[in-house]
């Protein structure tokens, strides 16, 4: 939520230290990475406690702290959504009105992430969508006319939809496909800009080499602000969401991956100033 944490609540967040160029330096809270990468108390695993046993919907995202800019000037801001599913679509007006109940975890993202960044003062001024596969509001195969719902005229002239898929070929190198998200991001953003991005296009070779590619290149990290990632790591067995057992089941995990190299990445990108927050 939008609500500044309370002093107990602080005191179990992590913080970044914020040194502004023309003002004061201030702390600004985010949650704490942990292995799970779900909301601490979600359905997975064994009862934390009899006090907190784990009751809460896998998808709930009310736990992240998302950066708010309330109280402090507006800068440009640019919303990249890779995986945007079904789009404005089945929402109406294309905008929530309000945040959906448990964070909006199910909830179509790009109407999602718009009214989670408006309630911080940060309305986006430029979205940039990548979906090769638009579906309708019940999951189905969709046309593109369906993707943009009834999004206004005002809204719709920010928005850049990219139908297709991403593309970012191998690190490191520099030269982007023609279809690469990261060259879009250098050729849009500059260091002033606040941007948001989220990764979720569920092919984890490019997912990967993105993410990747912003830890490893500072100069690409330098133009994020805030990151939102599913990352499909391995934890024991444990269905996150994206390995559900069963015959016929499809895993999305990350072959090798595990809790540690899952939350190290995350650490290297918020030791690089970039919020990155694990995702659902």
């Given at each position: 939520h939008g609500i500044a944490p309370t002093p107990e609540e602080r005191r179990a967040l992590s913080h970044f230290r914020v040194e502004p160029a023309r003002s004061a330096a201030f702390v600004e809270p985010i949650e704490p990475l942990h292995g799970i990468a779900r909301h601490p108390f979600a359905r997975v695993g064994c009862p934390h406690s009899v006090a907190h046993p784990h009751d809460v919907d896998l998808f709930?995202?009310?736990?992240?702290?998302?950066?708010?800019?309330c109280g402090r000037p507006k800068p440009r801001v640019l919303l990249?959504?890779?995986?945007?599913?079904?789009?404005?679509?089945?929402?109406p007006g294309g905008i929530y009105a309000a945040m959906p109940a448990q964070g909006g975890g199910l909830?179509?993202?790009?109407?999602?992430?718009?009214?989670?960044?408006?309630?911080?003062?940060?309305?986006?001024?430029?979205v940039f969508a990548w979906e090769p596969a638009p579906r309708d509001a019940r999951g189905r195969w969709g046309e593109e006319?369906?993707?943009?719902g009834q999004l206004p005229p005002d809204k719709r002239a920010r928005v850049r939809f990219y139908h297709d898929m991403v593309d970012e070929g191998?690190?490191?190198?520099?030269?982007?496909?023609?279809?690469?998200?990261l060259g879009v991001l250098e050729a849009a953003a500059v260091p002033d800009d606040f941007v948001a991005v989220k990764v979720d296009i569920d092919t984890m070779g490019v997912e990967l080499t993105i993410v990747e590619a912003l830890a490893e290149r500072p100069e690409l990290a330098a133009l994020v602000d805030e990151l939102f990632f599913e990352y499909h790591f391995h934890f024991d067995g444990m269905n996150f969401g994206w390995n559900e057992p069963g015959p016929g089941a499809v895993n999305y995990e990350v072959p090798g991956s595990d809790v540690d190299t899952a939350v190290g990445l995350m650490y290297r990108l918020r030791t690089l100033g970039v919020r990155a927050h694990f995702w659902i």
């Open positions: 709930d995202i009310t736990y992240l702290v998302i950066h708010n800019a990249f959504d890779l995986g945007a599913s079904v789009g404005f679509k089945g929402v909830a179509p993202s790009l109407p999602l992430l718009y009214r989670v960044y408006a309630d911080r003062c940060l309305e986006p001024d430029a006319r369906d993707w943009w191998q690190l490191p190198a520099t030269d982007h496909p023609a279809n690469s998200f």
